[in-house]
């Protein structure tokens, strides 16, 4: 069974940087799709950057340039550093997974593709 947890959420300002932290449990260590999510009160869940198994990376417009997904194998930890943080990235971010034997040379965004998700983080930006 697939587990994930998230760590990490606080509340910062404007320019500010935080590094999110979702524990992967139950998955195969090759074979697999992770991604972060987000959703702001009132608004639709955001995929907002994901990776494949074989290293390639996808990211939300939005978010290019500032965040970075990265994943360190030795802690099964999933990270999202987040960096130049604007109000707008306010929102509860969630860890996804998927186990998956495909290649992505472009690992999907949107949520209907992730089948496990952690219970989220609280990012809070303020101006």
């Known amino acids: 069974e697939v587990q994930l947890v998230e760590s990490g959420g606080d509340s910062v300002q404007a320019g500010g940087s935080l590094r999110l932290s979702c524990v992967v449990s139950?998955?195969?260590?090759?074979?697999?799709?992770l991604a972060w999510f987000r959703r702001a009160p009132g608004k639709e869940r955001e995929g907002v950057a994901a990776?494949?198994?074989?290293?390639?990376?996808n990211y939300a417009n939005s978010v290019k340039g500032r965040f970075t997904i990265s994943i360190d194998f030795v802690k099964n930890t999933l990270y999202l550093q987040m960096n130049a943080l604007k109000p707008e990235d306010t929102a509860m971010y969630y860890c996804?997974?998927?186990?998956?034997?495909?290649?992505?040379?472009?690992?999907?965004?949107?949520?209907?593709?992730?089948?496990?998700w952690g219970l989220g983080t609280q990012v809070t930006v303020s101006s």
């Open positions: 996804a997974a998927k186990e998956s034997y495909a290649y992505y040379a472009v690992p999907p965004l949107g949520a209907d593709e992730y089948t496990n």
């Open positions: 139950g998955l195969s260590y090759s074979h697999f799709l």
């Open positions: 990776v494949g198994g074989v290293g390639s990376t």
